[in-house]
């Protein structure tokens, strides 16, 4: 099974920018897998932000946002809160399975 | 809105089965389909499978083949995911997602399931 690979921590000031990445094992990343980014607080289920590489729900904030980044997918964040601090997972799709990355874990500090 | 109410939680001995179910309302429940997502404690989220509502096709992933099944009941607009010959690595919270097979959006709260002697 492929293994899909993120930052396993990343810290960013309040009000700064950070990117998070996603990779794989099998190659580089694209549009073909479907890659979601989801955020998980603790104690809480987690929530769907990206969906299809950049696509938005209705609840997720504009200051994020996904993209495919040098072989990678990858969410950044723009203008970061401390109710960002959370655990972000990515999950991409490979011909009827679907991998999670280990995710990585976010502090706003 | 839409909404996943998942069962509640669950402590089996090794060796047994669970069941745990996932109510949906909010939409038309055969126009989505459903994901499983498990996360042990302190670990990350792993992907179980996908069943369609619409005619029952279920997809598992190749770690749980044979031991997990997903049904669902129309007549209540609830899916079920049963998980057999349970060990204690199974210990973990179970999520439902609804979405379709390269798309999540909305996720029930959880069940823990713990196995333990």
């Known amino acids: 099974q492929a293994v899909v690979t993120q930052e396993p921590s990343l810290t960013v000031s309040p009000g700064g920018t950070v990117t998070l990445t996603c990779g794989s094992s099998?190659?580089?990343?694209?549009?073909?897998?479907?890659p979601h980014w989801f955020q998980q607080k603790p104690g809480q289920a987690p929530r769907t932000l990206i969906y299809?590489?950049?696509k938005k729900h209705s609840w997720t904030p504009a200051r994020f946002s996904g993209s495919l980044l040098g072989g990678k997918a990858a969410l950044t964040l723009s203008g970061a809160q401390p109710e960002d601090e959370a655990e972000y997972y990515c999950?991409?799709?490979?011909?009827?399975?679907?991998?999670f990355g280990g995710g990585t874990k976010l502090t706003v500090l | 809105q839409v909404q996943l109410v998942q069962s509640g939680a669950e402590v089996k001995k090794p060796g047994a089965s669970v069941k745990v179910s996932c109510k949906a309302s909010?939409?038309?429940?055969?126009?989505?389909?459903m994901h499983w997502v498990r996360q042990a404690p302190g670990q990350g989220l792993e992907w179980m499978g996908i069943?369609?509502?619409?005619?029952?096709?279920?997809t598992y992933a190749q770690k749980l083949q044979g031991r997990v099944t997903m049904t669902r009941d129309t007549s209540t607009s609830t899916v079920y995911m049963e998980l057999s010959s349970l060990r204690s690595e199974d210990t973990a919270v179970y999520y439902c997602?609804?979405?379709?097979?390269?798309?999540?959006?909305?996720w029930g709260q959880g069940t823990l399931v713990t196995v333990s002697s």
């Open positions: 069943i369609n509502p619409s005619g029952g096709s279920t």
């Open positions: 997602a609804r979405g379709w097979p390269n798309w999540f959006d909305t």
């Open positions: 299809d590489t950049s």
């Open positions: 099998t190659g580089g990343v694209t549009s073909g897998h479907y």
């Open positions: 999950l991409l799709s490979y011909s009827g399975a679907r991998v």
């Open positions: 909010g939409y038309t429940f055969t126009s989505y389909y």
